[in-house]
């Protein structure tokens, strides 16, 4: 068997493309226009892309992009200062706080200072605890990204197995719950997991969140499972010449490939849904805020 190459670049496209046509509508209809505010703080090189590109891309499907650079020196009171006033600011429905946060600072006190309201992370406990008990809740990006590519190939994912190997509060636990809401039945597997293989091996969806190059060979999955690609790891690549990497996965592409009905590439696959799934959450942000109806299809 040969997978099927799930093109997530191509699907977060889509994605953008409908957020920019509702944000064209918004402004025309309502004259509203969905801002997204982006904290760093420090200058962390991935962090700076990062930063960046979420500020080109904001831009580019016509919201507001509100960029805030602090110093690495800045204390918490500082930050907590400026969330205080961007949770205050009626032109900003979106909140995004760049992690890592350096040492001194305390990620959940700041976290947890974001109104939930406008935690387009989705990571607040309020929104935690909503997305827990199946209420409507901000959805963290990466894993809304998995689940709208898992439905665009699956349809109705109901009742299928699903395994989610990893069990972070970014990735693995959030993917879990929103496959637990979709009706899969959800295996969390992570570092401790026994006879990890054999449990990957009979999940119909296998979502992947380690962090470690290649970990998933071939032979951990169903023939015709639908794998899904998190990770990012960067390798050696001495055939590229000296000193050169390349990014891979945390799933072996080639032979899960000739194994799975369909993967996600690396890069290409999870990576651009991150983004084009922020900007959704803006748009239904800002459409939750003022009373109007949210987005289809790009909510959990
Ligand atoms: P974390 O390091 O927070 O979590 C990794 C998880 O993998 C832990 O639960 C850990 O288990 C588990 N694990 C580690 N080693 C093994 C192993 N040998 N077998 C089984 N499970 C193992 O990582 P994140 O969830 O933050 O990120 C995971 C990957 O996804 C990374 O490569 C990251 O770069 C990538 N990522 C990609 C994003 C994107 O936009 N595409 C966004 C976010 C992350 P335990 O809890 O027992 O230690």
Not at 89 to 95: E, Q, T, W, Y
Not at 128 to 141: D, E, F, I, R
Request: glycine share 10%; charged share 20%.
């Amino acid at each position: 068997m040969t997978a099927e190459i799930l093109d997530g670049k191509a699907f977060a496209a889509r994605i953008r493309g409908q957020v920019a046509d509702h944000v064209g509508r918004l402004k025309s209809a309502h004259g509203l226009t969905p801002g997204l505010a982006v904290v760093l703080v420090g200058s962390d090189p991935a962090s700076e892309v990062y930063v960046r590109s979420k500020g080109k891309m904001t831009r580019e499907v016509g919201m507001n992009s509100f960029e805030h650079r602090l110093p690495e020196t800045t204390d918490e009171k500082t930050l907590l200062g400026l969330l205080d006033d961007l949770n205050e600011d009626p032109a900003v429905h979106g909140i995004l706080v760049q992690l890592p946060l350096p040492g001194h600072m305390n990620e959940s006190n700041i976290i947890n200072r974001v109104d939930p309201a406008k935690d387009v992370d989705g990571f607040h406990i309020l929104n935690v605890g909503l997305l827990a008990t199946g209420q409507k809740a901000m959805v963290p990006c990466t894993p809304l990204g998995c689940l709208m590519m898992l439905r665009d190939r699956l349809g109705d994912l109901s009742g299928l197995d699903a395994v989610v190997v990893g069990r972070s509060n970014i990735v693995g636990k959030p993917m879990a719950q929103l496959l637990l809401r979709d009706s899969c039945t959800v295996t969390i597997a992570h570092s401790r997991t026994r006879e990890i293989e054999a449990k990957c091996r009979a999940a119909d969806i296998l979502v992947a969140a380690v962090g470690r190059a290649e970990l998933i060979t071939g032979d951990w999955i169903k023939p015709g499972a639908t794998v899904i690609d998190v990770g990012i790891n960067r390798i050696p690549a001495p055939e590229r010449g000296e000193g050169k990497t390349r990014l891979v996965g945390d799933v072996h592409f080639p032979s899960a490939a000739a194994v799975a009905g369909a993967i996600t590439p690396v890069p290409g696959g999870v990576g651009p849904m991150t983004i084009a799934c922020l900007l959704a959450n803006t748009l239904t942000a800002c459409c939750r805020a003022n009373g109007l109806k949210e987005p289809e299809g790009l909510t959990a």
